[in-house]
């Protein structure tokens, strides 16, 4: 690294550096610019066009918060730690600023906040905008290879350098919200995990979350495309007696194995287990939870009232047909009077406890969120400071949070980079 005298930006540190101009490091700024109008506050990002991920977040349309948001939500560092973050920038600050930025928000399905345009475009283009009014200086192309602390503060206050395609930037707050690993392309590639470790700060061992799973053998490939409400349990073999983890939703058989909301939620649980160790396995019940024993009245019942219908035709009153093939596999076409009871008991089996042959993921390219990260119980969750070295501050998916599916991430994104901003807008002053 060349000496900082010989840069310009010696002269003129940025009061705060925020690197990553995505949702995390967008809110960062604009509190920041917001709290200490006359801060310099500087927003970098190495992307050349900013915000590709929130452009492709909720299928175009930035599933942007939920009606309701608690630690609950979440996986990852202490609920109590994040609970504290999340009191600190609610939901209802959330749709408050996005009201003052001018997109008001509109509610779906399962709380799902959404802007009234329906346009992730609008959301990014108002945070830019926002940002740019309160006076942050936003730098695209500039991409971070190196932080250094310098030694003590210089006589300007700068205890930051960073090392930028531009040369050097001094400043004397410095907040990371570089992302996690989750869709490399958009510019998140974790390499704000070396930044942050470099400041010694412990690195939770990462893996996709929100992502689809690949199955192994071959019923997938045939199904692809085919839809329908499930409830998958997940059972792990630690801690003992450990309870399983039950998501309803609906799933989505794809050529390479399975996706859709019930999958992507349980995802992260089958992945963090299985870096563990910890032996999972996944099962689905076709009849979303119903329990086993109503299912089975429910084929006695209809063995007696249709004797003549086909398995598969009495089946296919609750299932897709491609479904109702599937589960009834040899049997299908034979009338529901000449079922015998094993036959009954492993058609009850393959409807409520069919196993998942899971084999991995489709990876980060994949996935919606990064589970794993920095380490939450080292940052100051009352101001998102690290314990480590206080001026430096720490955001978004680049910590060991992830929230489910339905708005949560960038409710985190929100309230840790809000939370964040203001800290450090306000330490300036002492
Ligand atoms: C396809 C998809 C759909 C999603 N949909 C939703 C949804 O609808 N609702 C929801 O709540 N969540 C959604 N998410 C998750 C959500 O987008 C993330 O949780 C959120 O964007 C994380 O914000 P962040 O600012 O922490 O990180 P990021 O959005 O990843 O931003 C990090 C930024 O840092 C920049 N950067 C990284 N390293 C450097 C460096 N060295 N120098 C300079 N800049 C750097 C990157 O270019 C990037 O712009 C979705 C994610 C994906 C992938």
Known sequence: MPPASAHTGIDA????????????GLAAAFWAARTAPAARVTLLDGARTLG????????????????????????GGSPRLVKRVLQAFPVA??????????VPLHEEALGKLFPATNRARTVLDALVTACRDAGVRIQPSSRVSAVDALDGATALGARFALVTPGGLLHARRLV????????PRSGSDGAGYAMATAFGHRLVPTTPALVPLVLGGHVHGALAGVSLPCRLRLETSRPPGARPTIV???????HTGASGPA??????????ADLEGRDPALQASWLAGEPPGRVEEWLVAAAREHPRAALRTVLSHRLPASMADLVANGPAAAPMAVLRRDERRSILSRLTAWPLEVTGSRGYTHAEVTAGGIALDEIDTATMASRLEPALYLVGELLDVDGRLGGFNFQWAWSSGA??????????GR
């Open 176 to 183: 990371l919200a570089t992302g996690g690993l989750a869709l």
């Open 248 to 254: 309803d939703g609906a799933f989505l058989w794809t």
């Open 419 to 428: 939370v964040a901003g203001r800290a450090a807008a306000r330490s300036l």
């Open 52 to 75: 590709a991920k929130i452009l492709v977040s909720g299928g175009g349309r930035c599933n942007v918060t939920n009606r309701e948001v608690t630690e609950r939500d979440f996986h």
């Open 13 to 24: 540190p940025a009061d705060i550096a925020i690197v990553g101009a995505g949702a995390a």
């Open 93 to 102: 600050a959330t749709r408050a600023w996005f009201g003052e930025m001018g």
């Open 263 to 272: 999958v992507l939620d349980v995802s992260r649980h089958w992945l963090r």
